[in-house]
């Protein structure tokens, strides 16, 4: 809270100590106070919640923690402050480039400047040099609050600048920082000065319009990262090195595994039958287990009356998301955005007693939503999905076991992937509908369920839905980044518009619970992030196609296609390649597409019955082992049946060959 002008505020320290100081007492001397060390350590403060500079004074009390390299939250600093590098360096090599924002963003920071010509990759070396000049000559960050005239004169040349400082409230604080010659009109915080700044890489620019407003002026945006250490930033710029090798979008046409097609439409996926096996082992393997799990299947139409989405509320609160309504014999109908209010329907077609609950619908649904154009990426953002999405109906008193069956679920589909996951629980927001007790009720059942399970999860205070409180899972792929996972949602506003009821015990009508629940969620984001956590490489039990027999010369096509109707014969997808190309050039095209399993054939091999296997995942210097026609085709088969990952036999997968 903002203290009175003039009153003291009074400082929490992290050890529970209280400190009472001035206002206006500047940040910089209580950390002084507290620790010379401290403050050579000391990037910037935490007062109340709100990070700030050193150099900026104190209005307000509170807790007070110093932020030094080790809090993630200094990281902002340290990257905004890289901005304000940058530009110091740009203005120093041209001196008319105007400037506008420069933020920090997730993993590092941008500058905005209008030139007259773009820049080019050389200019960008010139000004990363320019910045590690700057930087050693450790130019303290220099705050001064200033009045509107002073301002203005200040940024004579800066039209960008004159625009921000006239939205600025007459009663706000002009605070402007220098560092060397660079001043720039700021609200900070900032690290102490720039030898601070010394991790850092200019990564590249892009146009971008002033205030991301088309009809505004373009201008030269340059992204660069910053981060504490060395190592830090390697392993940055190798996991984006990874990230590139990994790109769905890339491997995606590489492997033949999907496309887009303009004429169809922007957002919309073609998959290719190497993309299609994927997915239908998929879904195989989800329909198994879920019918395993006590669901039925449903399926409900793609197109349905606007009328429903009006009771389902969905004109309403989700509009925008829509595709747009077509007309028959005079009615709205639209694409489906979501797969519940077909559900239940279904489940409103008869009268349900207590004795039918939990009920249980499961569809792979495709759901169209609008997004717009620039925010489509591959198969992770698109404008058509199927979700493999589900629809629990049951008593409140069965919430709790149905959330750690659904919890039971996600585990076991998750591992089978090779995700390690970690769990959000999102709680009441500001316009939640229905009662606090039920929504505190239905939280507590959520964290209860977690708890049974020592199930460890972060706290999202009051990211839940206005309809419910949610879990989220967040998978964490081969190089560590985080993607959206399965969600389990609370839902108290449906029930309530569609009036569901079952009979009770009682023989009175009662309203159900609902519990949305998705595990892959879109089956485009899905394997989209499948081909960038294998890059490319799927497990056998996925992989478009297993084995690849290749005979090495032309008399030995008998043996080789034998041993291949034997493979295909055994439930395996192979190919034969006997074309008249050289072995190397044939095997180069099978690691290509990576194909796990190569059986080369040779006339040894022919005459004793046995392939030498080649395996994707050892490279390319391995040795070829020789194994009989039979161990072969078990082998694979074996691998599939386990879903064991690669290179893992004993993998995650192989809990379900009990199955
Ligand atoms: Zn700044
Ligand atoms: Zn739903």
């Given at each position: 809270?903002?203290?009175?002008?003039?009153?003291?505020?009074?400082?929490?320290?992290?050890?529970?100590?209280?400190?009472?100081?001035?206002?206006?007492?500047?940040?910089?001397?209580?950390?002084?106070?507290?620790?010379?060390?401290?403050?050579?350590?000391?990037?910037?403060?935490?007062?109340?919640?709100?990070?700030?500079?050193?150099?900026?004074?104190?209005?307000?009390?509170?807790?007070?923690?110093?932020?030094?390299?080790?809090?993630?939250?200094?990281?902002?600093?340290?990257?905004?402050?890289?901005?304000?590098?940058?530009?110091?360096?740009?203005?120093?090599?041209?001196?008319?480039?105007?400037?506008?924002?420069?933020?920090?963003?997730?993993?590092?920071?941008?500058?905005?400047?209008?030139?007259?010509?773009?820049?080019?990759?050389?200019?960008?070396?010139?000004?990363?040099?320019?910045?590690?000049?700057?930087?050693?000559?450790?130019?303290?960050?220099?705050?001064?609050?200033?009045?509107?005239?002073?301002?203005?004169?200040?940024?004579?040349?800066?039209?960008?600048?004159?625009?921000?400082?006239?939205?600025?409230?007459?009663?706000?604080?002009?605070?402007?920082?220098?560092?060397?010659?660079?001043?720039?009109?700021?609200?900070?915080?900032?690290?102490?000065?720039?030898?601070?700044?010394?991790?850092?890489?200019?990564?590249?620019?892009?146009?971008?319009?002033?205030?991301?407003?088309?009809?505004?002026?373009?201008?030269?945006?340059?992204?660069?990262?910053?981060?504490?250490?060395?190592?830090?930033?390697?392993?940055?710029?190798?996991?984006?090195?990874?990230?590139?090798?990994?790109?769905?979008?890339?491997?995606?046409?590489?492997?033949?595994?999907?496309?887009?097609?303009?004429?169809?439409?922007?957002?919309?996926?073609?998959?290719?039958?190497?993309?299609?096996?994927i997915?239908n082992e998929i879904e195989t393997f989800e329909r198994d287990l879920i019918l395993r799990h006590g669901y039925?299947?449903?399926?409900?139409?793609?197109?349905?009356?606007?009328?429903?989405?009006?009771?389902?509320?969905?004109?309403?609160?989700?509009?925008?998301?829509?595709?747009?309504?077509?007309?028959?014999?005079?009615?709205?109908?639209?694409?489906?955005?979501?797969?519940?209010?077909?559900?239940?329907?279904?489940?409103?077609?008869?009268?349900?007693?207590?004795?039918?609950?939990?009920?249980?619908?499961?569809?792979?649904?495709?759901?169209?939503?609008?997004?717009?154009?620039?925010?489509?990426?591959?198969?992770?953002?698109?404008?058509?999905?199927?979700?493999d999405?589900?629809?629990?109906?049951?008593?409140?008193?069965?919430?709790?076991?149905?959330?750690?069956r659904l919890l039971d679920l996600v585990d076991e589909m998750l591992r089978v992937f090779g995700y390690p996951y970690?769990?959000?629980?999102?709680?009441?927001?500001?316009?939640?509908?229905?009662?606090?007790?039920?929504?505190?009720?239905?939280?507590?059942?959520?964290?209860?369920?977690?708890?049974?399970?020592?199930?460890?999860?972060?706290?999202?205070?009051?990211?839940?839905?206005?309809?419910?409180?949610?879990?989220?899972?967040?998978?964490?792929?081969?190089?560590?980044?985080?993607?959206?996972?399965p969600?389990?949602?609370?839902?108290?506003?449906?029930?309530?518009?569609?009036?569901?009821?079952?009979?009770?015990?009682?023989?009175?009508?009662?309203?159900?619970?609902?519990?949305?629940?998705?595990l892959v969620?879109?089956?485009?984001?899905f394997?989209?992030?499948l081909?960038?956590h294998y890059?490319?490489?799927f497990p056998l039990w996925l992989a478009?196609?297993q084995?690849?027999?290749?005979?090495?010369?032309?008399?030995?096509?008998?043996?080789?296609?034998?041993?291949?109707?034997?493979?295909?014969?055994?439930g395996l997808?192979?190919?034969?390649?006997?074309?008249?190309?050289?072995?190397?050039?044939?095997?180069?095209?099978?690691?290509?597409?990576?194909?796990p399993?190569?059986?080369?054939?040779?006339?040894?091999?022919?005459?004793?019955?046995?392939?030498?296997?080649?395996?994707?995942?050892?490279?390319?210097?391995?040795?070829?082992?020789?194994?009989?026609?039979?161990?072969?085709?078990d082998r694979l088969t074996r691998e599939v049946q386990t879903r064991a990952l690669p290179g893992t036999l004993a993998g995650a997968g192989q809990r379900d060959a009990a199955d």
């Amino acid at each position: 809270m903002i203290d009175p002008p003039n009153s003291d505020h009074e400082l929490t320290l992290p050890d529970g100590s209280t400190r009472l100081v001035p206002a206006g007492t500047l940040p910089r001397d209580v950390v002084a106070s507290i620790g010379a060390g401290l403050l050579r350590a000391a990037i910037a403060v935490e007062v109340d919640g709100q990070v700030q500079d050193l150099i900026t004074p104190l209005r307000r009390g509170g807790t007070f923690r110093v932020l030094t390299e080790k809090d993630p939250k200094a990281l902002d600093v340290l990257r905004h402050s890289a901005a304000h590098l940058l530009a110091t360096a740009v203005r120093r090599l041209r001196p008319r480039a105007k400037i506008g924002f420069g933020p920090a963003i997730d993993e590092g920071f941008y500058y905005d400047f209008e030139v007259e010509e773009p820049f080019t990759p050389d200019d960008l070396a010139q000004f990363e040099a320019e910045m590690r000049k700057a930087a050693q000559e450790k130019f303290p960050f220099v705050r001064a609050e200033v009045n509107r005239a002073q301002a203005e004169k200040l940024f004579v040349d800066d039209p960008l600048k004159l625009e921000r400082l006239a939205e600025l409230g007459d009663d706000e604080v002009i605070s402007v920082y220098t560092d060397g010659p660079f001043v720039d009109l700021c609200r900070g915080p900032h690290v102490p000065d720039t030898s601070r700044i010394k991790h850092f890489k200019l990564m590249h620019t892009a146009s971008a319009y002033w205030r991301g407003d088309e009809h505004r002026q373009q201008l030269q945006r340059i992204y660069g990262t910053a981060w504490f250490s060395t190592a830090e930033l390697d392993a940055y710029l190798h996991r984006l090195e990874e990230a590139k090798r990994r790109d769905h979008r890339t491997l995606g046409k590489e492997l033949d595994l999907y496309s887009v097609d303009q004429r169809v439409g922007a957002g919309l996926i073609l998959w290719h039958p190497r993309g299609a096996v994927i997915r239908n082992e998929i879904e195989t393997f989800e329909r198994d287990l879920i019918l395993r799990h006590g669901y039925e299947l449903v399926y409900t139409p793609h197109v349905m009356s606007e009328r429903l989405f009006e009771i389902s509320g969905h004109l309403e609160n989700f509009r925008e998301s829509m595709f747009g309504a077509m007309e028959v014999e005079g009615a709205a109908y639209r694409p489906k955005p979501m797969n519940c209010p077909g559900h239940i329907c279904i489940y409103q077609a008869h009268q349900r007693s207590y004795r039918d609950l939990p009920i249980r619908y499961a569809e792979f649904g495709t759901v169209y939503r609008y997004e717009r154009s620039g925010v489509l990426h591959g198969m992770l953002r698109v404008r058509g999905f199927t979700q493999d999405d589900a629809h629990v109906f049951c008593t409140p008193e069965q919430v709790d076991v149905e959330v750690g069956r659904l919890l039971d679920l996600v585990d076991e589909m998750l591992r089978v992937f090779g995700y390690p996951y970690t769990v959000e629980l999102s709680t009441r927001p500001a316009n939640a509908m229905g009662s606090p007790e039920v929504w505190a009720a239905a939280e507590r059942a959520l964290a209860r369920v977690l708890a049974q399970r020592a199930q460890a999860y972060d706290i999202d205070a009051g990211g839940g839905a206005f309809y419910g409180p949610k879990l989220d899972f967040k998978l964490i792929d081969a190089i560590g980044r985080k993607w959206q996972g399965p969600t389990v949602q609370l839902d108290f506003n449906l029930p309530e518009r569609f009036g569901l009821e079952y009979i009770g015990a009682d023989n009175a009508p009662h309203r159900p619970v609902m519990l949305h629940r998705v595990l892959v969620g879109s089956m485009e984001r899905f394997v989209g992030g499948l081909i960038e956590h294998y890059a490319g490489a799927f497990p056998l039990w996925l992989a478009p196609e297993q084995l690849r027999v290749i005979p090495i010369t032309d008399e030995l096509r008998e043996p080789a296609a034998s041993i291949a109707a034997r493979a295909k014969a055994g439930g395996l997808r192979m190919s034969l390649d006997d074309r008249a190309q050289t072995l190397n050039y044939r095997i180069a095209e099978a690691e290509r597409l990576k194909t796990p399993y190569m059986a080369i054939i040779g006339k040894r091999e022919a005459v004793a019955g046995t392939v030498a296997l080649r395996e994707h995942r050892l490279g390319r210097e391995q040795k070829p082992q020789v194994i009989p026609v039979d161990e072969l085709i078990d082998r694979l088969t074996r691998e599939v049946q386990t879903r064991a990952l690669p290179g893992t036999l004993a993998g995650a997968g192989q809990r379900d060959a009990a199955d």
